[in-house]
């Protein structure tokens, strides 16, 4: 009986894992995609030149 339990838990917990780890992909590409657009639309600096669109 333990060792179905222990099988059970750790199909429970690899299941968790790949969960959150499917979440996290989602959430950086994201992330990718705003920093791209960025990129793409940020303003004009001064003497003509882009700036940078964030403050780092």
Sequence with gaps: MVPLILVLLLALVLFGAGFALKALWWIALIVLVLWLLG??????????????????
């Design 39 to 56: 990129f793409v639309a940020r303003s004009s600096g001064s003497g003509g030149r882009k700036g940078r669109w964030y403050r780092w």
